[in-house]
């Protein structure tokens, strides 16, 4: 998957020049025109405050077109610089150094430099912070301005990966003093420049002159993001013109969208993964025999079947997919078996229970459908699951991780260790199931181990065995792989090779993306 091994990584640095902006060869682009595009995903909650964003529109919006980060997840997979030129690690890849590039300009005129990147990093961490890049930043001891544009780390443990982590769309940069101002105007070294914000309905931004990416990327002179998160509303307005593009195409639909022939429907298999999580700090979840018959009672094939028309894959319950370096292909998959189920139910001292299950297409097209598919699975083994239909509006600050068993999305992580230190690391922002208790800590152990082991056989056995530990005792579900399914207008050009990291394009089809 890796254009730049970690190898590399560790012993030399990577030159951003060494690709284009997007990691591949560059075709001819033409400049000009403008971008419009329908997303799913947005909140009137939505602000450019990264530590807040947790879906598509934000993504786009901010990393995507507006802000930038140290380094960048190419669409090939390979890891580039951004705002950062180069970086080299100590032997232990505990101490990182990262050399920033000069004559980089926010929007409001302010010349980037290490403090800002200081200042950016520091939001993250307080007792009071939520943001889901917490554990990223905690890791880091020390942070050293070394001159104004080198910037050295130094983490509590060694982390191969520490480079893939600063490409997280969490971790923007804005200007050090003037951080309040940014958040409430947009105001980052992005390619474009905000002209309009409405939270929840509407951004649209224009080409930031002389940016130093140059010609390489950001070929439209305007873009506008709408907010449309239901799925016909979405299609309508492709299929009519309104916008160029769209996310989450509805597969139910996909044969409108294929017969008409200003279209074109991308699809791109990544780690995109359809989630179920439970907190496991609540009952009846906190018994893991409980958690096992939930995962016997779960019709996987029927709903990649059902739900994703086969756009996808089954699922094993672990966020580690065949995108990853170290996914454990060897690992028997679960399947559907109403006795087992019974078997762990019993084992709970249970005949029967009965589930509260909150979902909402926001979660993932579908997400309702999969509920009740569910219900009627589980239902042979005396677990019954009421699905609760919950608003699509606020979801995720409302329902996931909130209610004890709800429908939930992950995009997936370019790493191992990005993936586990997000959403499964005990006392994370983002640990959906809550499970970091006493039953979680041969995992927790094995993270801290493998995240500073620098022997990729022996990092291999650590990681197969989280997976094994989160397939069997662990309170996600994660009953489905799905492609990424979007549609094009044939008026807009894009690459080849389209990111499969987040949605359209890694979020980033402002920068990627041109007029035909």
Known sequence: MYGISRRGLLQSGVAAGVLAATGLPLKAQTRGGKLTAGLGGANTSDSWDSRTHSDIFMIASAQGAVFDSLTEVAADGSLVGELAENWEASADAKTWTFNLRQGVTFHNGKSFGADDVIASLQMHLGEESKSAAKPIVEAI????????????????????????????????????????????????????????????????????ADHYKG?????????????????????????????????????????????????????????????????????????????????YGINRQEMVDKILLGHGAVGNDTPIGPANQ?????????????????????????????????????????????????????????????????????????VWNVKPFCACYWSGRATEDWMFATAYEAGVPWNDSQWDGDDSARFQELLLTARAELDSDKRREQYYEMQQILRDEGGVLIPMFANYVQAVNNRISSPDTVGNLWQMDNGRMAERWSVA
């Open 326 to 398: 170290y996914y454990n292909a060897e690992m028997e998959q679960l399947s559907y078996d109403p006795d087992q189920a019974k078997y762990y139910l019993q084992q709970a001292g249970l005949d029967s229970i009965d589930i509260d299950f909150s979902a909402s297409n926001a979660a993932f097209e579908g997400a309702v459908d999969a509920g009740q598919l569910f219900q009627a699975s589980a239902a042979e083994a005396g677990i019954n699951i009421n699905v609760v239909q919950e608003p699509s509006d606020g979801y995720w600050s409302n």
């Open 141 to 208: 001891e020390t942070m050293t301005k070394v001159t104004d544009h080198q910037v050295q780390f130094v983490l509590a443990s060694g982390n191969a990966d520490f480079p893939y982590l600063m490409s997280d769309y969490h971790i923007l940069m804005y200007p050090a003093g003037q951080i309040e101002e940014a958040i409430a105007s947009g105001i980052g070294t992005g390619l474009y420049q905000v002209t309009s914000f409405d939270p929840g309905v509407r951004m649209t931004a224009s080409r930031y």
């Open 215 to 295: 010609d390489s990327a950001g070929f439209f002179d305007e873009i506008e993001y709408i907010a449309i998160n239901d799925n016909t509303a979405r299609m309508n307005a492709l299929m009519t013109g309104q916008v160029d593009t769209i996310n989450r195409i509805d597969f139910k639909t996909e044969a409108l969208l294929k017969a008409n022939p200003a279209l074109r429907i991308q699809e791109v298999t990544g780690n995109q993964q359809y989630t179920m999580p439970m907190l496991t700090d609540v009952a009846p979840f906190n018994d893991v025999n409980v958690r096992k018959a939930l995962k």
